[in-house]
């Protein structure tokens, strides 16, 4: 069984920083895709991220783009999303998800449940 679990969340004021972690389990690591989103309540999804295992490549949005860096300890089966100079806007309840290949995945079957990331200006 795939699980995710997600943590690293909490109130930071803008400009500062968090490092969000998603652990892995029940699947081979290296064979995924994992990625983040982002969720504001009334508003869809967002991609913020996404790593190849195996190989390394990554892809960010545009609005990630300079201030977040996604990376992946595969000794550890974790992803992580190191997040600088946080704004007001990058509040939200950030996801990971995994997928078998490689990014960009369009479509992702097994999601974690979420960290709050709340940036108070």
């Known amino acids: 069984e795939v699980q995710l679990q997600a943590s690293g969340g909490g109130l930071v004021q803008a400009g500062g920083s968090l490092r969000l972690s998603c652990a892995a389990s029940?699947?081979?690591?290296?064979?995924?895709?994992i990625a983040w989103f982002r969720q504001v309540p009334g508003k869809e999804r967002e991609g913020v991220s996404c790593i190849s295992n195996s190989d390394g490549r990554t892809y960010y949005a545009d609005s990630a783009k300079g201030r977040i860096t996604i990376s992946s300890n595969n000794a550890k089966d974790t992803v992580y999303l190191q997040m600088n100079s946080l704004k007001p806007e990058d509040t939200a309840v950030y996801y990971c998800a995994a997928e078998r290949g490689n990014c960009p995945v369009y479509k992702y079957a097994d999601w974690g449940q979420g960290t709050q990331v709340t940036v108070s200006s």
């Open positions: 029940g699947f081979t690591f290296d064979d995924y895709a």
